[in-house]
């Protein structure tokens, strides 16, 4: 069945540590995203990329770099540059620009915390 | 800036009553609003979208209203059951790429 893979589930990173969190998507989909969860707070976008080979910032992009160098990866980079880390990460995709009414479909999310 | 609410307090309700939940936005004319799920530890799961010039949209037990005069959209469950328990989170296109999320409210259905 066709969907969005993250991995690894949980993961732990040390202090001054730079860890990449893997996005894979077999829905032939242009658009990806990276969103990052906090208790009582609404998903952030941190990067999206509209196509291979391009990305763009989102709110909260500081600490935090991608690369889209295929069309079905996008992997997440949490540096040493981001003080609070700690947080469920969502990697998401969808067919088109999201103002055309195209939906998002969502992996199952990784769980980030610093030791 | 855009600000989008729903309520932060869990709603209890008894199984078969129906459910609704509110998400309020201020400071922007969305050209439509989307409703996803979200099971604890899991990734979010879309389930409707209304445009802006549509008042309702059924699907199921589902039922969704959008009233852009208010700045208003409400989420109904209908005949609800304890397997309908989990965060429904509202969305709101923000153009191009960027989709504005509720921080979610809790739904909490007992047998």
């Known amino acids: 069945d066709g969907g969005i893979t993250q991995s690894p589930k949980y993961l732990f990173r040390k202090e001054g540590q730079n860890v990449t969190l893997s996005c894979e998507q077999n829905?032939?989909?242009?658009?990806m995203y990276w969103y990052r969860q906090d208790p009582g707070q609404g998903l952030r976008l941190i990067y999206y990329s509209q196509i291979v080979n391009d990305f763009q910032k989102g709110d909260i992009a500081e600490g935090y770099s991608v690369s889209r160098e295929k069309k079905e990866s996008f992997p997440l980079t949490v540096t040493s540059a981001q003080k609070n880390p700690t947080a469920f990460y969502l990697c998401?995709?969808?067919?088109?620009?999201?103002?055309?009414?195209?939906?998002?479909?969502f992996g199952e999310g990784s769980w980030l915390t610093v030791v | 800036s855009q600000k989008i609410e729903q309520n932060s307090e869990a709603l209890n309700i008894q199984e078969g009553k129906t459910a609704t939940l509110t998400c309020n936005y201020t400071?922007?004319?969305?050209?439509?609003l989307q409703w996803y799920r979200q099971d604890p530890g899991r990734g979010p799961v879309f389930l409707l979208l209304i445009r802006e010039n549509e008042k309702e949209k059924r699907k199921e037990r589902l039922k969704v209203t959008f009233d852009t005069t208010l700045k208003q959209s409400l989420f109904h469950i209908t005949a609800s059951q304890p397997a309908d328990s989990a965060t429904y989170l509202c969305?709101?296109?923000?153009?191009?790429?960027?989709?504005?999320f509720g921080a979610g409210t809790r739904l909490f259905v007992k047998a």
């Open positions: 400071n922007y004319s969305p050209a439509y």
């Open positions: 829905l032939n989909h242009d658009a």
């Open positions: 998401a995709s969808s067919r088109g620009q999201l103002g055309s009414g195209n939906t998002i479909y």
């Open positions: 969305a709101l296109d923000a153009g191009g790429f960027k989709t504005i």
